[in-house]
């Protein structure tokens, strides 16, 4: 089992950006494919990117391709994402799971998630 606690989130402007960070405890982190996900209210909780075990390769969803970055340092047991060009709509809570899916290519959808943390709020005004 594994522990995830998210960081970064806030308030920020349209165009702006943010990183936010997921730190892991409790299990081996490497044997997990990582993805972030968001929730907007009233919405179903909405796949953001996610990342291999070892870090080499990414998913992302197609509103977020050239201005969001997942990585994830092994090591230290974290990933994180940078998001640039912030919309209002992307106004959520943030969340990072972490999934046993034998094939990473599968990955994205919340359902494939064994584990989440308590989320952090990003708010993009307008």
């Known amino acids: 089992q594994v522990q995830l606690v998210e960081s970064g989130g806030g308030l920020v402007q349209a165009g702006g950006s943010l990183r936010l960070s997921c730190a892991a405890s409790?299990?081996?982190?490497?044997?997990?494919?990582m993805g972030w996900f968001r929730q907007a209210p009233g919405k179903e909780r909405e796949f953001v990117a996610s990342?291999?075990?070892?870090?080499?390769?990414?998913i992302y969803a197609d509103s977020v391709k050239g201005r969001f970055t997942i990585s994830r340092d092994n090591a230290k047991n974290t990933m994180s994402l940078i998001m640039n060009n912030l919309k209002p709509e992307e106004t959520a809570v943030y969340y990072c799971?972490?999934?046993?899916?034998?094939?990473?290519?599968?990955?994205?959808?919340?359902?494939?998630?064994?584990?989440w943390g308590q989320g952090t709020q990003v708010t993009v005004s307008s």
């Open positions: 990342i291999d075990r070892n870090g080499g390769r990414t």
């Open positions: 409790g299990s081996t982190f490497s044997s997990y494919i």
């Open positions: 799971g972490a999934s046993r899916m034998p094939f990473f290519a599968l990955a994205v959808g919340a359902a494939q998630y064994d584990y």
